[in-house]
């Protein structure tokens, strides 16, 4: 077989092999996304056969909404609150169960169940213990004579929500765990025989070795706390029966003004547009912070596929 027909015959191959991929993201991806930018440019309301092209009608309405800026400023600040705080807390249980003490695997197991259990399920067990009447953190607060708190409404409800956040530290700690693990010993080793201290071997040693996977944490983190959306529909007071004016101030994220926009007031095109804004806000966003990282990552390969 010449050489020509050897490329000819690889590349097929390539493109047979990466054709689920491409066909995939063209129709899972791709598309939607277009249709969405299509419709964020229309008044449509999803139902009606007829609808107006409104241009950037609806990307300047939202610079005039205040529903919707309310809902930016407050899911940032749960975002800046709860994705540090989630790396730094699996990366200090991933610290401390790392050694090699008894019952080291069920500890690990225990911490790591809450990550396996489903979302919706998890946030129904939060509703129902602080619920303000019937929920057992409340019976033991009037135990104790503390006054019942209502947890699903007002501030109370950002710590509840902030905790059930925390709750899934599972992963997080998986994976700090995993990237501990891949740390040479020998490097320990050295830095002990310099006389480094526990804090000065983790700052200078074990911190820029998994970089790399607290800057992935990091990123996921931001990606997935920006969409943050059922955990406050569901602690929302009568959610169930699919209330929406009964969702605390506190727990109006911008996914749920996404949700209200669509399924309330049947306005595809307006609830289109908002979700293209938080599309090119969390790609903002994702590229400042790969901008940030290419001092603070360590990386073992260098720009031309060397090793560092």
Not at 27 to 39: D, E, N, Q, V
Not at 104 to 126: D, H, N, S
Not at 266 to 282: D, K, M
Not at 285 to 292: A, D, E, M, Q, S
Request: glycine share 12%; aromatic share 12%.
């Amino acid at each position: 077989m010449s050489g020509a027909a050897r490329t000819v015959r690889r590349g097929r191959a390539f493109y047979l092999f990466v054709s689920p991929w491409v066909t995939g993201f063209v129709l899972l991806t791709a598309f939607p996304l277009g249709y969405a930018f299509w419709l964020s440019l229309t008044n449509t309301d999803g139902l009606s056969p007829g609808s107006r092209f409104v241009g950037a009608g609806n990307y300047e309405e939202l610079l005039h909404d205040d529903l919707a800026a309310a809902a930016i400023a407050r899911t940032a600040v749960f975002t800046l609150l709860t994705v540090p705080a989630s790396v730094l807390g699996g990366l200090l249980l991933a610290l401390l169960l790392q050694h090699p003490v008894r019952g080291r695997g069920l500890y690990r197991g225990l911490i790591f169940l809450p990550a396996v259990i489903p979302p919706v399920a998890t946030t129904l067990a939060f509703k129902a213990l602080f619920q303000r009447d019937t929920g057992a953190v409340n019976g033991l607060l009037v135990a104790f004579g503390v006054p019942a708190v209502d947890w699903t409404s007002g501030p109370p409800l950002t710590y509840l929500l902030a905790g059930l956040t925390l709750w899934g530290l599972g992963n997080q700690m998986v994976l700090s765990l995993a990237a501990l693990q891949d740390v040479p010993r020998d490097l320990w080793d050295a830095a002990r025989i310099d006389g480094a201290g526990p804090v000065r071997t983790f700052t200078s040693v074990t911190l820029p070795l998994i970089s790399p996977v607290v800057f992935f944490q990091l990123v996921t983190g931001l990606i997935f706390s920006l969409q943050t959306f059922l955990p406050a529909l569901l602690m929302a007071p009568g959610a169930g029966a699919g209330s929406l004016n009964t969702i605390s101030p506190e727990g109006y994220f911008y996914m749920i003004h996404v949700y209200v926009q669509y399924f309330a007031e049947g306005r595809f095109g307006y609830a289109s547009a908002l979700l293209w804004v938080l599309f090119l806000f969390t790609l903002l966003c994702t590229g400042l912070l790969f901008t940030g990282s290419r001092r603070a990552v360590f990386s073992a390969v260098g720009p031309g596929g060397g090793r560092q």
